[in-house]
């Protein structure tokens, strides 16, 4: 890959810092501690202590200026303790102090410390995510929603909610989930949980804040920071330009990201603020779908066939905003959102060594570029890989925009005390894709073989309010309503034997141009209900249930080679669960829930479903996730009473996600529309002659690990000394919905094993926070491990990596 302003960032920083070396040690006046955060969870923090006692006044002219800062944020937490008492369910924020001391390269290395995450690997630093809760398909994140200070990430929120895109962790100051009723006032797809990052605040005064990191696998990243604010002319600022780029943990896996990101803040008078965000984002990765063959793997997890893949990715968002305060109770958000992206993706077509009709490995064909192979002889049907000498080039390019209104207010009625957060948005979606086929990998231009265009329109309103029955008790109904159509416009595709017949085309297969359409319309009431009763003043129960909801997305209204004909209906589930979070006692922090989830018309791909089709999405019918969230902080040093931190935590998660769709006589919908009754077999034999089970009652369903564990010690000295050690365990899981334990040949199905990692951070930052040094080992045992076998084949977890670091502030 080519590594472009790797080496004049590096030496602008190095400039920077040695012209700042008498600033460097000189600590602040006040002589206070330097950097300690402590968060209100037990993500990665302690309990927060009480605050010195301030003036009333004082407390107001604090909460404006707060809240001034805060305003071109929408959270779905929060960051005040009083914030999550408002969340009728599960909810964790992985604070600023963990990933200060960690410096996770990727989001999905930071959400995989909350409890209940699945996530899966599937290129060098997570530039596609797999990120889902509770027993949720993982797969690029698609029931997964994710938003950055409130608003959509997604390239195609409504029609293609793949993260093709996802906020770089290094930016942000927090990261909110939520997987309960809470998420009743976000949508549309929630099903997987929600999934909030959190910029930072402009500071207070200007200031500028540096942070450089160097590591093995070529890993590099340069942050650069600038931000303050005016006080007299009630204006904030913050700008932030990052580039990362890395050698991956495979053959022809390099990367470079390069992400600037402007935020200004302006204050009208007392009761308006005006926000304005904009962001320009750049990917250029060696990325590949494919994975490895089992013999491949064993000889070298390293390898990569498919070196001539390429993913490029050009993102421009806007995000306007205005905050009208009516009074100290009622409140006015509203945010315009704009986003363009240019995407393309290029991928060398392959082929195995599938057994022939005696089951000998069939051998090359001509077209064949390079051949990979465990062995020059001797090697079994699926283990070898045939790179050919066409390449399709996926590009498409979205659009995307919305505005949404939300009103938030305190009253009270009939005696109760009610706050209230009523809204309504309108959305638009848009994408052009052209499918292109190259002569040759080392070739950008080509024929183009499909063309396709996708709409979507969206208009969403919900309500819910919180209303305080007694001090300590509040009931916390809402209710979310999504009307969507959607619309795909095929204006070139391969020909089908329809075609043929009826005739468009004189073979199947041939490229022809055609006008066809197809436009569904989805109408779906999600309402939620939340309880919360504070037990004691930071220590609280919650109960809630909710339906949660994932919109048909373009791949699931039509899929060219299938014809017009093939629809598949939305997702849906009714979500149950109760726990208990908050600060037992000053030093220990701990949040229990319990939840069963129960799922209708559930979408997963057919090589999920172990049926060997290819990769075409299917309604795999109902199943019930069921299972328990624990995380516990536990703090020596204040149980000891000592300046120093020694926090104990803890988070272990139970997924049980069964399937449940078999019933031994059906029902079947004939083409008049009457409905017949049919027997169902408990197997079948699918094209290739493999035998399907249809009987899956009691399959675990894919990439659900049953048990994952995650324990760390850390120690923070007065001074600014600091060490954490981690362990992280996963569950084995299965790759299909069949259960194969038996590893395929080409590595697609078979179980996932277990495995466990070890992580270590060790740093030291100066009185003030003005500078900061850190070393973080991940994978510490260079542990090879199999992450996921989608979306082909065997594809490996990041390997050992070591990073070293530096900080620096000046204000």
């Not at 509770?134 to 793949?162: A, H, M």
């Not at 943990?249 to 402007?262: L, M, S």
């Not at 089951?359 to 002889?377: E, I």
Request: net charge neutral.
């Amino acid at each position: 890959m080519e590594k472009r302003f790797s080496f004049w960032n590096i030496l602008f920083l190095l400039c920077v810092i040695f012209f700042s070396l008498p600033l460097i040690g000189q600590p602040e006046s006040n002589g206070g501690e330097a950097g300690t955060e402590k968060p209100k969870n037990g993500n990665g923090g302690e309990p927060k202590e009480a605050d010195q006692p301030v003036s009333k006044e004082q407390e107001t002219i604090e909460e404006k200026r707060r809240k001034f800062l805060e305003s071109g944020q929408i959270n779905v937490i929060g960051a005040k303790d009083d914030d999550m008492k408002k969340i009728p369910g599960s909810a964790n924020v992985v604070g600023k102090k963990i990933l200060k001391e960690t410096n996770p390269i990727d989001s999905m290395e930071a959400l995989r410390r909350v409890p209940g995450a699945t996530i899966r690997y599937q290129d060098a630093v997570g530039l596609t995510p797999n990120i889902a809760f509770r027993g949720v398909s993982n797969e690029e994140s698609r029931k997964t929603l994710i938003l950055e200070d409130g608003v959509f990430t997604s390239l195609s929120p409504y029609g293609q909610p793949e993260s093709y895109f996802i906020p770089q962790i290094d930016r942000m100051e927090r990261v909110e989930v939520v997987k309960g009723s809470g998420s009743i006032l976000f949508g549309p797809t929630t099903l997987g949980g929600i999934v909030n990052f959190v910029t930072r605040k402009p500071p207070e005064k200007p200031t500028l804040n540096l942070k450089l990191i160097g590591g093995t696998n070529g890993y590099a990243s340069n942050l650069l920071q600038y931000g303050g604010t005016a006080q007299s002319t009630n204006t904030a600022y913050d700008v932030s330009y990052l580039h990362t780029q890395g050698n991956g943990f495979r053959d022809y896996q390099g990367f470079n990201v390069n992400d600037f990101n402007v935020k200004l803040m302006q204050k009208i008078g007392d009761k308006d603020t005006v926000f304005l965000k904009y962001q320009m984002y750049q990917q250029d990765s060696q990325a590949t779908y494919l994975g490895l063959t089992e013999g491949l793997y064993w000889k070298n997890p390293r390898t990569n066939p498919a070196r001539f893949d390429r993913k490029h990715v050009e993102r421009q968002a806007a995000v306007i905003g205005h905050d009208h305060s009516f009074n100290d109770n009622w409140k006015l958000i509203t945010r315009s959102y704009w986003t363009n992206v240019g995407f393309q993706f290029k991928q060398e077509s392959y082929s195995y060594n599938s057994a022939n009709d005696v089951g000998l490995p069939m051998p090359p064909t001509n077209n064949v570029f390079a051949v990979y192979a465990p062995s020059p002889v001797g090697n079994r049907p699926g283990d070898v890989i045939y790179m050919q000498n066409t390449t399709p080039n996926r590009h498409q390019f979205f659009r995307t925009g919305g505005l949404e209104t939300k009103l938030e207010g305190k009253f009270t009625l009939l005696g109760f005390e009610n706050e209230i957060s009523v809204g309504a948005r309108a959305h638009y979606e848009t994408v052009n894709a052209a499918y292109n086929q190259f002569p040759y990998p080392t070739m950008d231009q080509g024929l183009t073989t499909q063309q396709q265009t996708r709409n979507a329109k969206a208009y969403a309103t919900y309500v819910q309010d919180s209303i305080k029955l007694t001090e300590r008790f509040k009931m916390i109904p809402g209710v979310r309503y999504e009307y969507i159509s959607q619309g795909v416009y095929t204006h070139r595709k391969f020909a089908t034997s329809t075609d043929v017949a009826y005739g468009l085309a004189t073979s199947a297969g041939q490229n022809i141009l055609v006008n066809q359409a197809n436009e569904t319309y989805t109408k779906v009431v999600l309402p939620g209900f939340g309880l919360t009763y504070d037990l004691t003043e930071r220590f609280m129960w919650f109960a809630g249930a909710h339906t949660a909801f994932s919109p048909p997305s373009f791949s699931t209204i039509l899929n060219p080679s299938l014809g017009l004909g093939y629809k598949l209906n939305a997702e849906r589930s009714n979500n149950y669960e109760t726990g208990f979070r908050g600060n037992i006692t000053r030093y220990f922090y701990t949040q229990v829930s319990t939840y069963a989830l129960f799922f209708s018309n559930q979408i997963v791909n057919t090589n999920e479903a172990g049926s060997s089709i290819g990769a075409v999405p299917i309604n795999a019918g109902r199943s019930v996730n069921r299972g328990v969230e624990s995380n516990f902080v536990f703090d020596f040093g204040k149980f000891a009473d000592s300046r120093w931190e020694v926090p104990l935590e803890v988070a272990y998660s139970y997924t049980r996600a069964v399937s449940t769709t078999y019933v031994p006589v059906g029902t079947v919908q004939n083409s008049d529309g009457t409905v017949s009754v049919t027997n169902q077999s408990l197997v079948s034999v699918n094209s290739a002659g493999n035998t399907i089970r249809v009987n899956t009652n009691g399959n675990y369903l894919p990439y659900v690990p049953m048990h994952t564990f995650i324990g760390a010690i850390g120690f923070k000295s007065p001074r600014g000394f600091y060490a954490r050690l981690e362990y992280q365990y996963f569950d084995k899981q299965y790759s299909d919905l069949q259960n194969t334990k038996n590893q395929s040949t080409d590595g697609s199905q078979g179980v996932v094993p277990s495995y466990g990692i070890w992580n270590a951070d060790f740093g030291y930052e100066a009185p003030g926070g003005r500078w900061s040094v850190f070393i973080n080992g991940k994978n510490l045992e260079d542990r090879v491990y199999i992450s996921g076998r989608l979306p082909v084949g065997i594809q490996q977890g990041p390997y050992r990596q070591i990073n070293i670091g530096a900080t620096l502030k000046l204000d």
